[in-house]
């Protein structure tokens, strides 16, 4: 019995010694970034509701810039713009990181929008939003065939074709409705939404109300886009928030986007061609 007791103790003790070791491996770390540095320049004088940012870090970053209350709300971009529709202070914030996963460090600045922003109804943004009304104008998935087409890559969409009247009841009746002051996107869903990952069943979901921002002419061979916020998205759930403009007319709307996965990020081979028609 003895002898039984000291093999217990002993062999404890191995086990604890190697433990220590690898934990201490695992988490010597590097030091974070230093915070970062950047500019905002006014774009039309002191009382501009649009802004230049530059990111002016140096260094193998990753980086997200957050525009509270701005279109867009985020970006990756090193220089981009961004627009404030209303009167008042937003914060500006980047964040970057270092490749090796050492921590993320920021700055914050701030801009004051001395007036609100003029609203140019454009051709494209009358399509979309329905004559720029206060009401809107929604979309819906089509029942044509082809309504949901998946492929490889952005030319490709040999994985499938969805059928005539071949997606779920659910779906046909969701709403994407965008309008034009404020822009305001919506996803009226009627309580239910498809969710691919979970077996394709209907669920309850309610993404609640945010905005978009239509950028003309940066999408793939000269595309028009539309961004919506990281959860949000159009058609189908595990489709990107950030979609190419394929076809825009009075009745019809073709765009295209990556697929993602559940945690938000764009998978690395996977597209989506969507075709929606006027709710």
Same mark, same amino acid.
């Given at each position: 019995?003895?002898?039984?007791?000291?093999?217990?103790?002993?062999?404890?003790?191995?086990?604890? $010694?190697?433990?220590?070791?690898?934990? &201490? @491996?695992?988490?010597?770390?590097?030091? *974070?970034? !230093?915070?970062? =540095?950047?500019?905002?320049?006014?774009?039309?004088?002191?009382?501009?509701?649009?802004?230049?940012?530059?990111?002016?870090?140096?260094?193998?970053?990753?980086?997200?810039?957050?525009?509270?209350?701005?279109?867009?709300?985020?970006?990756?971009?090193?220089?981009?713009?961004?627009?404030?529709?209303?009167?008042?202070?937003?914060?500006?914030?980047?964040?970057?990181?270092?490749?090796?996963?050492?921590?993320?460090?920021?700055?914050?600045?701030?801009?004051?929008?001395?007036?609100?922003?003029?609203?140019?109804?454009?051709?494209?943004?009358?399509?979309?939003?329905?004559?720029?009304?206060?009401?809107?104008?929604?979309?819906?998935?089509?029942?044509?065939?082809?309504? $949901?087409?998946?492929?490889?890559?952005? &030319? @490709?969409?040999?994985?499938?074709?969805? *059928?005539? !009247?071949?997606? =779920?009841?659910?779906?046909?009746?969701?709403?994407?409705?965008?309008?034009?002051?404020?822009?305001?996107?919506?996803?009226?869903?009627?309580?239910?939404?498809?969710?691919?990952?979970?077996?394709?069943?209907?669920?309850?979901?309610?993404?609640?109300?945010?905005?978009?921002?239509?950028?003309?002419?940066?999408?793939?061979?000269?595309?028009?886009?539309?961004?919506?916020?990281?959860?949000?998205?159009?058609?189908?759930?595990?489709?990107?928030?950030?979609?190419?403009?394929?076809?825009?007319?009075?009745?019809?709307?073709?765009?295209?986007?990556?697929?993602?996965?559940?945690?938000?990020?764009?998978?690395?081979?996977?597209?989506?061609?969507?075709?929606?028609?006027?709710?």
């Amino acid at each position: 019995m003895k002898k039984k007791i000291i093999y217990i103790i002993f062999t404890l003790t191995v086990i604890f $010694v190697g433990c220590k070791s690898d934990r &201490d @491996d695992l988490f010597n770390l590097g030091t *974070p970034p !230093d915070p970062p =540095q950047f500019t905002i320049e006014p774009l039309d004088g002191d009382s501009s509701s649009r802004f230049l940012v530059k990111d002016l870090s140096t260094g193998n970053f990753q980086r997200l810039w957050s525009f509270k209350g701005g279109i867009p709300a985020t970006s990756n971009k090193a220089i981009d713009t961004v627009s404030f529709s209303k009167i008042g202070e937003y914060p500006i914030t980047l964040y970057v990181s270092k490749s090796n996963g050492s921590g993320t460090s920021y700055s914050t600045k701030k801009v004051n929008v001395l007036k609100d922003a003029p609203l140019v109804c454009s051709p494209k943004l009358a399509l979309l939003t329905g004559d720029c009304s206060p009401v809107g104008k929604c979309w819906t998935l089509s029942h044509e065939a082809g309504a $949901v087409k998946v492929g490889p890559t952005y &030319d @490709d969409y040999s994985w499938y074709t969805s *059928p005539v !009247d071949g997606l =779920q009841k659910e779906q046909y009746d969701d709403g994407f409705c965008f309008t034009f002051e404020g822009f305001v996107f919506q996803y009226k869903n009627n309580v239910a939404t498809v969710n691919p990952w979970n077996g394709y069943k209907a669920e309850a979901y309610d993404p609640g109300i945010s905005t978009f921002a239509f950028l003309e002419g940066t999408g793939i061979n000269g595309r028009d886009q539309i961004l919506l916020p990281d959860d949000q998205f159009m058609g189908v759930w595990d489709s990107d928030n950030l979609l190419d403009i394929v076809m825009l007319t009075e009745s019809k709307l073709v765009v295209r986007t990556r697929q993602r996965e559940q945690k938000g990020t764009p998978k690395a081979e996977g597209w989506f061609e969507l075709v929606f028609v006027k709710q």
